[in-house]
């Protein structure tokens, strides 16, 4: 016997925006929460999340409370009566009182195959890393970091030619697909079977910050590639190049080595510009320069005619 869903969503950023619609087929979708409208572009202008200008296309309340902590909210949700509360990326701690509100609890959509890389950033280190597999967890939310029991998930290899915008992305889908499968079972009154997370393998992906964009040309070739990845589209990885602050959108590591000093063009052309590192050499494939767009290296080749002869 199939039943009826009272969901409230809580989400903001693009990579829950999917799942929103995935909540919103074949249940009553009551309300989407989402962080308040903030300052952004140039013009620094408030605006509204990704995930509160696809709501709007719902017609259900739009909630943006500083915090969930404070009682109001809390009685304000509880009057909402939902039977499942889904988190994806919402950005704020949910309280116990919180999680205790939804008769079936919270459902969170984590972007790894926990316990691994629980936290702010599972796109971009499990990148980093060199991880040949991914996923995407539907989880039961308890109080900690990430540490519920894991309901559904599903799993993906991570090509090595990936960065972290082009996985975002697919891991959006299939988060939206994990929910809509959890979904199908509750209301067939199937309640999906809560996996206690092993002790054994947990890591945390720390939230990126700018300074580890910086390329430390004393690193292996490989390390250096899997950062240029991992750190496009945010926030983009640089480094000094023939003295010269660039930035750089893509780039390789080579199956080869080089006597030359780590940083120093090895070679160029219409492939790229080889940089030697402490192990191996890094081809860059897209850079950037300050105040710029990104070039191909050919062209970028073109505005430094004295590199073409490194």
Request: glycine share 8%; with cysteine; charged share 20%.
């Amino acid at each position: 016997m199939t039943q009826s869903l009272r969901l409230v969503f809580a989400g903001t950023p693009e990579f829950a925006v999917s799942s929103l619609h995935a909540a919103a087929a074949h249940n009553e979708l009551v309300a989407v929460y989402t962080q308040p409208d903030r300052p952004a572009g140039r013009g620094r202008a408030l605006t509204a999340s990704p995930v509160k200008q696809a709501a709007q296309a719902f017609a259900v309340p739009i909630m943006q409370p500083q915090t969930l902590r404070d009682p109001a909210a809390q009685h304000a949700l509880r009057d909402l009566a939902p039977d499942l509360l889904i988190v994806v990326a919402y950005g704020l701690i949910l309280p116990k009182a919180v999680l205790e509100i939804p008769r079936y609890g919270c459902w969170n959509v984590h972007a790894s195959l926990l316990p691994r890389w629980r936290g702010a950033a599972p796109i971009q280190r499990a990148i980093e890393a060199g991880d040949s597999e991914t996923g995407v967890c539907l989880m039961q939310m308890a109080r900690g970091l990430d540490t519920g029991p894991v309901l559904l998930q599903l799993s993906t290899p991570i090509d090595e030619s990936e960065d972290a915008g082009n996985l975002h992305d697919r891991l959006a889908e299939l988060g939206a697909q994990v929910l809509r499968d959890g979904l199908a079972l509750l209301r067939a009154g199937l309640r999906p079977q809560p996996a206690t997370q092993p002790d054994v393998g947990v890591t945390y992906a720390h939230k990126l910050d700018k300074a580890e964009a910086r390329l430390d040309w004393s690193q292996p070739a490989t390390a250096l590639a899997r950062k240029v990845r991992a750190f496009n589209p945010w926030p983009i990885a640089e480094a000094e190049l023939a003295g010269e602050r660039v930035r750089i959108h893509a780039a390789v590591a080579l199956n080869e080595s080089s006597p030359a000093t780590p940083g120093s063009v090895v070679t160029t052309g219409r492939d790229g510009i080889d940089v030697a590192c402490a192990e191996g050499v890094l081809r860059l494939l897209t850079v950037q320069r300050d105040g710029g767009k990104a070039l191909a290296a050919r062209d970028y080749l073109n505005a430094r005619p004295a590199l073409q002869a490194s």
